[in-house]
């Protein structure tokens, strides 16, 4: 892995762990990284190297719109601040200030999330979550041990092995099922609870494979499925990149069958799938509360300020997505 800035975005798009929040803070880190290490000897040397590392963050995960966001509104403030001044020192210090400025937004948005969870699970004795989301982690704490969590593991990295782990260290009752296993762990529960990786503009929204089993199995059995996510994830826009990848992840050594490994098997690893709005009862985000239709309202109230940032780092806005 190199070092500076280019070496975190190198580990954001390598890492198949972390979810996008986290991963979300990292970015912010590759800023400040950037204002403490750059040979930028002017003002628009520098601007120039912070729109293009905001479009390395943006590509390197484009399937996690929060990388997007946040990297571009860091690039959009201090295009913004630059005008002001062109002393290379003092923007420097701006940089910093504003990723840390992002940074507090985002920690923000993350305690008003959490406030909005616990009075939706305060509700709830049980519920089923898939794979790994520090916000969804984040809001079961908050209410401890009066809810009991159903995990499943999700193939093939097994984040919700993590997820697990991390409740039961919290001294919260956990059980860990395989994802085939979810739908009778659903049964016991009183609604599904998930993480999001991506917020599209007509309500729907990505996440881990697995989570659209999980709310067709949620719609069907009648129990309320809710998304644990801040708006940071949201992009107006109904279009959603795929993110495959190795095989040999499905195919590991402890598993791995001779048919398999040959070229007659198309073995596919796909990581995050769309999760269709009427499957969704409601988003939990730091604005409260949302249904789909509201969620989706949300974002196009903000059309022109997504269009402004794209503007500052692209040189062109956004299309509205109808």
């Given amino acids: 892995m190199g070092r500076g800035p280019e070496g975190i975005v190198e580990e954001i798009?390598?890492?198949?762990?972390?979810?996008?929040?986290?991963l979300t803070a990292r970015a912010l880190d590759a800023f400040i990284l950037l204002a403490d290490?750059?040979?930028?000897?002017?003002?628009?040397?520098?601007?120039?190297?912070?729109?293009e590392l905001a479009r390395q963050i943006a590509s390197s995960r484009p399937s996690m719109f929060s990388l997007r966001n946040v990297s571009f509104e860091v690039a959009a403030k201090f295009a913004e601040a630059s005008r002001y001044t062109d002393n290379p020192g003092v923007l420097r210090e701006l940089l910093k200030q504003i990723a840390a400025s992002v940074l507090e937004e985002q920690r923000v948005a993350s305690e008003r999330l959490r406030r909005f969870g616990r009075e939706v699970l305060s509700k709830l004795k049980g519920v089923v979550t898939i794979s790994y989301s520090s916000s969804v982690l984040a809001v079961l704490k908050e209410v401890g041990k009066k809810v009991k969590v159903y995990v499943a593991e999700s193939r093939p990295l097994f984040e919700g092995r993590k997820t697990a782990?991390?409740?039961?260290?919290?001294?919260?009752?956990?059980?860990?099922?395989?994802?085939?296993?979810?739908?009778?762990?659903?049964k016991e529960a009183d609604a599904a609870l998930v993480g999001a990786d991506a917020i599209l503009s007509d309500g729907s929204f990505a996440n881990k494979v697995g989570t659209l089993q999980l709310a067709c199995t949620s719609k069907f059995l009648g129990k309320p499925f809710y998304v644990v996510s801040t708006t940071w994830k949201a992009l107006p826009?109904?279009?959603?990149p795929e993110e495959a990848h190795e095989a040999e992840e499905v195919l590991s050594p402890a598993n791995e069958h001779s048919l398999l490994s040959t070229k007659n098997v198309d073995v596919r690893n796909p990581y995050f799938e769309v999760v269709p709005a009427e499957l969704v009862t409601a988003y939990i985000t730091e604005e409260g509360t949302l249904t789909p239709s509201q969620m989706a309202e949300l974002i196009g109230s903000r059309f022109r300020r997504y269009k402004e940032v794209e503007e500052a780092v692209c040189g062109r806005g956004l299309e509205r997505a109808d």
Avoid: F
């Fill in 165 to 186: 782990a991390a409740l039961a260290e919290a001294g919260i009752d956990v059980v860990l099922t395989t994802d085939a296993a979810i739908g009778c762990m659903l």
């Fill in 37 to 51: 290490s750059t040979e930028a000897k002017s003002a628009e040397e520098l601007r120039s190297s912070v729109v």
């Fill in 237 to 240: 826009t109904l279009e959603y």
């Fill in 13 to 22: 798009r390598n890492d198949v762990e972390r979810g996008s929040a986290e």
